[in-house]
């Protein structure tokens, strides 16, 4: 999906904001600062630092969020509409080569940019997305490396089994505190995708907004073993969810389960919830293996 103009033009203030700052590399970007300093609310400035790492111009950030990867005359701007459609058409054929087995786990930029018709700068925002969705990372000194990713459906299906195991239990723990700010703005969304977005997002879209609707909710379980578990089983599982991704009018149905669950934590009712979420990831994995033609046994 193009950027929105209101994306556009925050990201081109972060980048003025980094430029007169003189920030340097490495530099943390905290969101919850910038929305305040440009005077808008977080999630544009959310959507703005998505399309500035897209383009390669800012990074994700070990402990979260992003920083600065690119400084002064360094900068050139955020990608176009057109070459955003263009990455994206780069970056679901790495991705379906990579899960074919056509890509080896090291690669290099030359080899990359030759096999694929790149340029230098087209290459380097797609490989600064995937870096960023953590499914391959630079080597020292020199080329990069794919990390470790599910390819078959047995470790898709146990990737499943895994998350119906943790994520209802996450909401009956102890210490689950709901962050209401963050499950509304987590609802929301998936309520955008309910009222019509869910026909026009990319599958990297529609995975990253349902991901981030899980994690948010197993987050307020102050687990941090359940979060980690989480987070690394959807870094794994990205590729193979591209592949076995439901027709739209599916993804629908599941969009309305995630608003409903959000419904019952808002009201503060976990018992509902958690059963809620039970069904809902009992149901989606054979569903997805079926979509994808291949039954589960």
């Given at each position: 999906m193009a950027p929105t103009p209101l994306t556009q033009q925050v990201a081109a203030r972060i980048l003025d904001h980094i430029r007169a700052s003189a920030m340097p590399r490495g530099a943390r970007l905290v969101e919850r600062t910038l929305a305040e300093q440009l005077r808008v609310s977080r999630s544009p400035v959310r959507e703005a630092l998505r399309l500035l790492a897209a383009g390669g111009l800012v990074e994700a950030a070990e402990r979260g969020g992003y920083a600065v990867l690119r400084t002064g005359v360094e900068l050139h701007g955020p990608a176009t509409a057109e070459d955003v459609a263009d990455d994206d058409r780069v970056y679901f054929r790495l991705a379906e080569d990579r899960l074919n087995g056509v890509l080896p786990d090291r690669v290099t930029e030359s080899a990359l940019a030759r096999g694929y018709?790149?340029?230098?700068?087209?290459?380097?925002?797609?490989?600064?997305?995937?870096?960023?969705?953590?499914?391959i990372e630079r080597r020292p000194g020199y080329g990069w490396e794919f990390r470790p990713m599910l390819t078959s459906?047995?470790?898709y299906r146990d990737s499943y089994r895994f998350r119906l195991a943790i994520e209802p239990v996450a909401i009956l723990e102890p210490g689950f505190v709901l962050d209401r700010a963050a499950v509304q703005e987590a609802r929301e969304r998936q309520q955008r995708l309910v009222d019509g977005e869910i026909w026009t997002v990319s599958k990297a879209t529609l995975f990253d907004l349902n991901s981030h609707f899980h994690q948010t909710v197993l987050a307020c379980s102050r687990n941090v073993f359940f979060t980690e578990g989480l987070k690394r089983v959807d870094t794994v599982r990205r590729l193979m969810e591209y592949r076995q991704t439901l027709a739209r009018d599916r993804a629908l149905v599941r969009c309305r389960e995630h608003v409903a669950i959000a419904d019952l934590l808002l009201a503060g009712d976990r018992q509902a919830a958690a059963a809620a979420l039970r069904r809902h990831l009992s149901t989606v994995g054979p569903e997805k293996l079926i979509a994808g033609g291949n039954a589960p046994s």
């Open positions: 018709r790149l340029t230098e700068r087209q290459l380097l925002r797609v490989l600064h997305r995937i870096e960023a969705e953590g499914w459906l047995d470790a």
